[in-house]
């Protein structure tokens, strides 16, 4: 098994930055993928983005392309997500997500979820 645990939520004013971590322990061995899903109220969970053993092989939402950043430190076993130019429509709980199999494509390739951290982005 593996537990992902998130850091980093909080209020920002739109046009901030905030840094989301999740650390990962347990089987970590059999992590591939990494990344990070948002919900906001009434919506469906959607993903931001995700990235592999490598920082080249990171993925984007249309939605925080160029915004958003994902790096990852697999000494640490941790994913980080730098967002900067945040907007109120970012206002959401934030998942970690994990994937032994490959690389997070959706919702449901996910294999482990951290349990969210909540962000809120004011105008």
């Known amino acids: 098994q593996v537990q992902l645990v998130e850091f980093g939520g909080g209020l920002v004013q739109a046009g901030g930055s905030l840094r989301l971590s999740c650390a990962a322990s347990g089987r970590t061995l059999s992590i591939y993928g990494m990344g990070w899903f948002r919900q906001a109220p009434g919506k469906e969970r959607e993903f931001v983005g995700a990235?592999?053993?490598?920082?080249?092989?990171?993925a984007y939402a249309d939605s925080v392309e160029g915004r958003f950043t994902i790096s990852r430190d697999n000494a640490k076993n941790t994913v980080y997500l730098q967002m900067n130019s945040l907007k109120p429509e970012d206002t959401a709980v934030y998942y970690c997500a994990a994937r032994t199999g490959g690389l997070l494509v959706s919702a449901s390739s996910v294999n482990y979820w951290g349990q969210g951290t909540k962000v809120t982005v004011s105008s």
């Open positions: 990235i592999g053993r490598s920082a080249g092989t990171a």
